[in-house]
């Protein structure tokens, strides 16, 4: 009988996993409760009128049409039975496997203040990117038809608390639609006087950036009229404002950029896991006490080098091939592979539409050229030659024009409805 491996997530890590698997005779199964794999790095411009959905995902199933040895299902998974050695689905269906590996991600954590999710929705599915570009640009119809001051400048004020990359990178894009892009297109309101807020508890922006390319950072959004708070939490959060200090700020765009909280692997597993709800596996990226459960990416606590390796889509690829490394080796008798090591390829982060921070050890690198460098790391990294065409079309569009054409409002809002 085939050896079955199930992989539950179509993320960086679970993809990966099934890739490296290319060959191995095993019989596999990949579920994922979304029909695409998605690049998250780039969701933001999505969210911020720069890049259309289809940009930035792509169908699992047409990704892996030619492999053969790969089933893929469209499910959620809600529970892994480890005494019949089954995944549980929200349908009802089970599937049984011999090795299963768990790259379900992570989801954003709003510190136990879950009732906030509606107001200052986070960024982490194409559905949060389209919703979060539909009420932004809303907020832009609406105050060009109040009349009434102080509604209008609710409606201009946009806040986006936590300032680690994609924070900094919202708010660098808004400011440049805000200020930049759409005064020529309303008539009745100056889109200039928009309030952009980033507002973070830590003292500095981008805190896993060095001081002086946080700093940088910090001057840089300034100049293009983004309102830096550093230093205090946000307290309270509603559709009309937050608070922030003691101080109420009417705003009617909040989004969430601050924390994010494991997948729901632990509960399914029983198993041991961190604060942000991370299992904690062996050096080989099992689950201790079972050799053939894997959980890998954003769900795992992995430590390397003495250091839990962060939540990023590099370290997640990394975990994946390693783990079909650990696979083929014990299917082909081999001795298995040294324990995972992470290797860090650095820090990137843009801001606005034509610079970007980079440090890796103790290269840094600031301003336009950054910017080049990361879009063209992005652009190589994405799946596919017409998403490398499309992407670098828009950017190159964008650049030339002023112009992000992405501006459509379609869907229905879905957060607030019961
Ligand atoms: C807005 C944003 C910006 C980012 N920017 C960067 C960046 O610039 N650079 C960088 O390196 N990293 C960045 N990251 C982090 C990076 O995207 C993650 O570290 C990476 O995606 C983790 O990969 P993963 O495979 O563990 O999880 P994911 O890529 O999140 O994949 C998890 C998969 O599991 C599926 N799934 C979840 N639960 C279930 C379930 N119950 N049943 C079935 N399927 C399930 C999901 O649908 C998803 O397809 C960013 C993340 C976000 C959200």
Sequence with gaps: MQHRVVVIGAGFAGLQTVLGLKGSGCQITLIDQRNHHLFQPLLYQVATTLLATSDIAW??????????????????????????????????????????????????????KDAWEPDAPGLKTLEDATTIRRRMLLAFERAELTENEAERQALLTFA?????????????????LAHRILPREFRRMDTRKARILLVEAGPRILPAFSEDLSQYAAKALGRDGVEVMTGHPVTDCSGDGITVNGQFIPAQTTIWAAGVQASRAKDWLGAEADRAGRVMVA????????????????????????????????????????????????????????????????????????????????????????????????????????????????????????????????????????
């Design 59 to 112: 169908p699992i199933r047409a990704l892996l049409r030619d492999r053969k040895d790969v089933t893929t299902l469209l499910g959620t998974v809600e529970d892994v039975d480890r005494t019949t050695r089954e995944v549980v689905l929200r349908s009802g269906e089970r599937v049984g496997f011999d090795t299963l590996v768990i790259a379900t991600g992570a989801r954003h954590a709003y510190f136990g």
């Design 160 to 176: 986006v608390i936590g300032a680690g990359p994609t924070g900094v990178e919202m708010v660098g894009i808004i400011a440049e």
């Design 283 to 418: 050096p080989d990226l099992t689950v201790p006490d079972d050799p053939a459960i894997f959980v890998l990416g954003d769900t795992a606590h992995v430590v390397s080098d003495g250091k839990p390796v962060p939540g990023v889509a590099p370290a997640a690829k990394q975990q994946g091939s390693y783990t079909a490394q650990v696979i083929l080796a014990r299917l082909t008798g081999k001795p298995a592979p040294a324990p995972f090591q992470y290797r860090h390829m650095g820090n990137l982060a843009t801001i606005g539409r034509n610079s970007a921070v980079i440090e890796y050890g103790r290269f840094k690198m600031r301003g336009w050229l950054a910017w080049w460098v990361w879009g063209i790391a992005h652009i190589y990294f994405l799946i596919g030659a017409r998403s490398r065409i499309f992407v670098a079309l828009s950017w190159l569009w964008v650049f030339l024009s002023g112009q992000n054409s992405a501006r459509l409002i379609t869907q229905k809002e879905t957060l607030k409805e019961p």
